[in-house]
């Protein structure tokens, strides 16, 4: 299971850090990782990291402003997110995947709005 938290309403320009816990799977043995989908568009991913915390990819429209963090003690993969704008307004979700098995979290809503 994996849940999702840390969404909200915030400003442009601002931040906002969001937080995936697991349970009933041990996050070091899958690729773990962001999607964001709002209203009326497909669902796109953010970024992701491999099981080697160093195997890190970001979509083009989050580079320098996002960045992905696994805490393997806690089993939480976290997106801190940095100079949000408008079209990041959406509802993200967080993945794990392990071949064959993807497991996905409820999501949490953001909001960036003035």
């Known amino acids: 299971q994996l849940v999702e938290s840390g969404g909200g309403l915030v400003q442009p320009g601002g931040s906002l850090t969001l937080s995936c816990a697991a349970s009933?799977?041990?996050?070091?043995?899958?690729?773990i990782g962001w999607f964001r989908q709002a209203p009326g568009k497909e669902r796109e991913g953010i970024s992701c990291i491999g099981t080697s915390d160093t195997d890190i990819k970001y979509a083009d429209f989050v580079k320098g402003r996002f960045a992905i963090s696994k805490d393997n003690d806690k089993n939480t993969v976290y997106l801190q997110m940095n100079s949000l704008k408008p079209e990041d307004t959406a509802v993200y979700l967080c993945y794990a995947y392990l071949r064959p098995r993807i497991y996905w979290g409820q999501g949490t809503q953001v909001t960036v709005s003035s």
């Open positions: 009933g799977i041990n996050l070091d043995h899958y690729q």
